[in-house]
């Protein structure tokens, strides 16, 4: 009997025969929501059954979705971090930190052109450049980029790994040359590594509030090891479409965090929410709300009594006070009764007020709980 997949790659399909149509932003965040569920985090063997969630980036262009991976086209692109979240430029200034500094291995030089600690998050404005690099010869994917893998952070005495996939990835890919990419790389901050054996083993609030001395210059050692692109025939959500370039891309600088502590704001909520439906039951506890002038976090929990997160998942929609949905991405872990989340918003402008409705993503149907919905005042 032939091989099933040998006989899929000799069907051939056009598709100018089928009809586009285009997805809600429900359909498209279930869509998401089903891809990365299955992920599964490195983490140590003593701490078993947690789950990494992720409902990516809000859908701007063009998207390729893999297991740990998250492209989204940008309006603009280039070495400053504001225009990721389409901000004037320089209007981040007193946050962040410029490099430039440039690091080689493999024919693949990647430049540190800014670094900036957020509330939460270290975001890194990289290039990346493959020009000596024989695509072809890789049978590499030459639409999308080669990005850097295998993180490795130490901030002070303080080490984080990206081991979790808890990394987005972002690239604007028209008006540059070939092989060539502008990345905004981002961290979250979900765990720290307190035994030096490469993976995080105790998990970590806010770094700004528990490990560093705002007040103080923290050195910083970034690390990566791989570089990774897909294959040319690859089906972005297969991890075997993806193959590693080996290296070591490093780079020092230093961070203050003086700035963005004394303009990040934190809003206690402690609203809870008794969910009763069909398939799912539980309590929604929603923590608090944090906003730095990069981003909006919102901490929460849910207790699962009926159901588990595989089969339903609860994330939050927020709106701000003029009705307009603040997409961005909900990542955490847990166990198969208990969920711990944060929703993450990046902000373009100031907002003084948000909408939060719980939203059951389940394996049949979505669910938004408008009877649930409430508002929080961002008062400073």
Do not use: C
């Not at 909520?269 to 709300?289: D, F, P, Q, R």
């Amino acid at each position: 009997m032939k091989n099933p997949y040998d006989l899929l790659n000799e069907t051939q399909i056009n598709v100018d025969e089928y009809e586009e149509v285009e997805l809600s932003q429900a359909e498209k965040d279930r869509l998401l929501h089903t891809f990365q569920t299955s992920i599964q985090p490195r983490k140590k063997k003593t701490r078993k059954g947690l789950i990494a969630a992720a409902v990516a980036l809000v859908m701007v262009g063009p998207v390729m979705l893999s297991n740990e991976h998250v492209w989204a086209s940008l309006s603009k692109a280039g070495n400053q971090i504001e225009q990721f979240f389409n901000k004037p430029d320089q209007q981040l200034t007193e946050y962040k930190q410029t490099s430039g500094q440039v690091a080689t291995d493999q024919n693949i030089a990647v430049t540190l052109n800014e670094v900036l600690l957020d509330d939460g998050q270290l975001l890194m404005n990289l290039n990346i450049n493959a020009e000596q690099v024989d695509m072809k010869a890789l049978e590499a994917n030459e639409d999308f980029p080669i990005f850097p893998k295998n993180l490795t952070l130490q901030i002070g005495d303080v080490t984080f790994n990206d081991s979790a996939g808890s990394a987005t990835y972002s690239s604007e890919l028209d008006d540059k040359k070939d092989d060539n990419w502008d990345l905004l790389y981002s961290v979250d901050f979900s765990g720290v590594d307190t035994d030096g054996d490469g993976f995080n083993d105790k998990d970590n609030s806010e770094v700004l509030d528990t490990i560093m001395n705002a007040s103080q210059d923290h050195d910083v050692q970034i690390a990566f090891n791989a570089m990774e692109y897909e294959k040319k025939n690859g089906l972005f959500s297969d991890d075997a479409s993806f193959e590693q370039i080996k290296g070591n891309w490093a780079f020092q600088t230093t961070v203050n965090a003086q700035n963005m502590k004394s303009d990040t704001n934190i809003y206690p909520i402690n609203k809870k929410i008794h969910v009763k439906e069909e398939n799912v039951e539980g309590i929604l506890n929603i923590k608090e709300a944090r906003m730095s002038p990069v981003s909006l976090k919102i901490h929460y929990t849910f207790e699962y009594t009926k159901g588990n997160e595989m089969d339903n998942f609860i994330d939050l929609q927020v709106k701000d006070e003029q009705g307009k949905a603040l997409n961005g991405s909900s990542t955490g872990d847990g166990t198969d009764t208990l969920s711990k989340m944060t929703r993450e918003v990046p902000l373009e402008s100031n907002i003084e007020k948000i909408k939060i409705t719980p939203n059951l993503f389940g394996t049949e149907s979505d669910e938004l709980l408008t009877d649930d919905a409430f508002e929080v005042e961002l008062q400073k």
